[in-house]
């Protein structure tokens, strides 16, 4: 399977385990529900058992144990028993039965924190606007990606100094305080762009495309870049970048 092929199926395992919509889970992630629909259809299609030439399936196995090995996580196995529960109930359609499984005890890791010091450094060295100010946004509002792809005009309320997160984890909307720095910088970026909509418009066409645009920055363009910028500054952080305080980039 292409690594392509497999972080659609990473989602789409995800919306099984979560027994959210389709539709509702694109919001949060920042994806678009037509691709994930597309992408279940075409996982599907590209997993049906081919027919044998007396016109019947090949025999599948399937274990009634399964042995979790101590290199995995606890959520990794989580995908993979959904991935096959969707393989199971959509292409060979027969009822899943989960196994049982002992979960293992939780395990309480502190988070590595950004300092302001790295976090001006990751700020200086994104060259593309979109992404420095969509970055600062996510540090100085503590915003996991999705819900700042998924920012539109309206969220923000200058007058009360508030930012809304809609349909953020747990399918639950929910208030940040807004930062006085960051009004500033959002109203100035806003103006390079000026969508009617979107605080974050795609920029396959350019800011001056940007406009026009019916969908926000794409989720991978923002990881990928994300990576090189914090590998380019020496960051080697074991767990996701957590915000600690507010740092304005230099301009």
């Not at 539709?23 to 075409?42: D, I, M, N, T, V």
């Not at 950004?114 to 450094?121: G, K, L, S």
Request: hydrophobic residues 40%.
């Amino acid at each position: 399977m292409s690594e392509r092929s497999e972080f659609w199926l990473s989602h789409l395992s995800a919306i099984e385990a979560e027994g959210i919509t389709t539709k509702a889970y694109a919001q949060r992630e920042g994806l678009s529900p037509q691709a994930l629909y597309q992408w279940r259809k075409r996982l599907v299609a590209d997993a049906r058992p081919h027919r044998t030439q007396r016109g019947g399936f090949a025999a599948i196995q399937i274990e009634p144990s399964i042995t979790v090995p101590g290199t995995h996580s606890w959520s990794a196995v989580k995908l993979d028993l959904y991935g096959l529960k969707l393989f199971t109930t959509h292409v060979l359609k027969k009822p899943w039965a989960m196994p049982d499984l002992i979960k293992p005890p939780k395990t309480q890791r502190l988070p590595d924190i950004v300092t302001v010091d790295e976090a001006q450094r990751l700020f200086l060295a994104t060259r593309v606007l979109s992404y420095r100010v969509f970055y600062f946004t996510l540090y100085s509002l503590g915003l996991r990606l999705g819900e700042g792809l998924a920012l539109t005009v309206a969220d923000i309320d200058a007058e009360r100094m508030r930012v809304q997160v809609r349909d953020a984890k747990g399918n639950r909307d929910r208030l940040v305080p807004l930062p006085q720095a960051t009004l500033a910088v959002l109203r100035r970026f806003w103006l390079t762009h000026r969508h009617p909509e979107l605080l974050f418009p795609n920029r396959s066409a350019g800011l001056k495309g940007a406009q026009r645009a019916s969908s926000p920055l794409e989720r991978g363009g923002v990881q990928l870049t994300w990576r090189k910028v914090a590998t380019a500054c020496g960051l080697k952080k074991r767990s996701p970048l957590t915000v600690c305080a507010t740092a304005m980039p230099r301009t």
